[in-house]
Structure formats: structure tokens, C-alpha cells
């Protein structure tokens, strides 16, 4: 179990860094102070304090996408144990809310929400095809029923006039190949097209860092250090291609296409940490 110790010295040697780079670069903005942060050190269930399942199906019972699973608050599918969290996705028959669907799995929000940051993941990604896990945000003021900021009263805008950032996405169809996208009013869904991505080896044998630096006029992602896209409009006034000048959260989870594998029974996306510098 990693000890408070560390988080005393990630801190430290934050503030430390942050001092330097100020005294040296007063022009160019660094992300270097831990602003928020799991390490996911006690066992069990996941830390109430900074994340919430969001379980509530949308309006005619099925999740955005076609997706065919549950999402659950069980420990089955997320729960936290040496040092790691899991998230856990499940071929079983489950009854929720009127729909009974063959597949669980867990939808995490977190209780944290920031604006211009880098975000670093240090995850590995479960195996299957029709399997989609994802590390990504949200704007809070997305108007979707039981997500958790819109139950805390932010719900105003609909998707995808809120912005999106996926940090990270992988199809278990394509495995390997991961990709990082944006989604605005002027590019989402199956028309989103300011994506980019790389095949990364082992995606779900090794631990590999998954991060976003966000900037006032542009977004870097990068895997283990490496830039794989770069989102840069050429105008941010414009709200239909940059709508990101507010608050966003992070989610994770595991979807469940329609053409999962019928072989498939469980696999998980496991996480040693999550942290946010400004």
C-alpha cells in the first residue's frame, strides 16, 4: 500500500517544481501542482468522497450507443484492492430498473471538477471484443438525468454543445489501437472528427500513462510521454468547436457493444492512479 508519505512528497515536490518553472518561464503556463488525486490505498469499496456511480438508465432504457450492460454501484464491478481499482466487466443477467440485460459493468463520475489542467492515468485495459473502456470527461453542466452534477443542479446544456474530451478510448475489436477525441456541436458521434490515436503494444498485459494537458487554446494527449493528437482550432470564440472555458469531470468506465464476443466473461480495466496538476 502506498503510504501518505508519498503524497507528501508528490505535493512537495509540486510546489518545488512549480516555484522553479515560475522563476524561469513566466510565459508559458505549467502544470505542476497536484491539485486532486486517487491512489486508490483502502481497500474496498471506491472513495465516496470523490466518485459516484451513475447507474440511471437514459430515457428508453438503453445506454447512448446501443450498449447492451447495467451500470451497477455493486463491489462486483468496482472495487479497489492492493493498491489498484477495478472496474469490472461482467457477462451475467442482471434486473435494474425495469430492463433486464446480460452484461454489468461500472460508470464512474468524479465528485471533482476543474478547468485547464493536465491529467495523468496510469491504467491497463481489458481484452474482448465488444468490450469499450474509456478514461474521459464531461463538462458539469451536461443535461443527463442521474449523472452526478446533474443532480448538484449544473444540468443546463445538452450534449454535445457541453464538450467532451475522451483522454483515452479502446475497442476491444481493435486491439492496441487507441484513440483520444474531442466531441463539440461541429464534430461528435459517429461524425466526430478531431480524433487522433497510435497502436500502443500490450494495452492490456503492461500499465501504460494516458494524459491530457488542457490549455486555454488547445488540448496535447499523450501516452507514456509520447503526442499522438493535438487539438488546436483555429478560432476559440466560437462555442460549436470550443466549448471547453468551464468546468469538466472525469468518468470511467467499460461499455458493452452489441457484438461482444459470446465467449466473454469477465475482464476489468484496472487503475494504480489518477492525478490532476494545475
Known sequence: MRSSLLIFLLLFLSFSTTQCAKSKDKSNTKFETLVWYDEFDIPGAIDSTKWFHQTQLPAGGDWYGGLINHYTDRLENAYVKDGFLNIVAKKEVFNDQGEIKEYTSARLNSKFAFTYGRVEVKAKLPKGIGTWPAIWMLNKNIDEPGAYWQKQGFGTTYWPVCGEIDILEHWGKKQNDIQS???????????????????????????????????????????????????????????????????????????????IDPSFIEDSMVIEYIRVYQ
Open 181 to 259: 477525441a474531442v466531441h463539440t456541436a461541429s464534430s461528435a458521434g459517429d461524425d466526430v472528427v478531431n480524433l487522433g490515436g497510435r497502436l500502443i503494444e500490450n494495452v492490456s498485459n503492461q500499465f501504460h500513462i494516458y494524459s491530457l494537458e488542457w490549455y486555454k487554446d488547445r488540448m496535447v494527449f499523450r501516452v507514456d510521454d509520447l503526442v499522438h493528437y493535438t487539438y488546436k482550432p483555429d478560432s476559440i470564440e466560437n462555442p460549436e468547436i470550443w466549448p471547453f472555458n468551464s468546468d469538466q469531470y472525469l468518468l470511467l468506465n467499460i461499455a458493452i457493444e452489441p457484438d
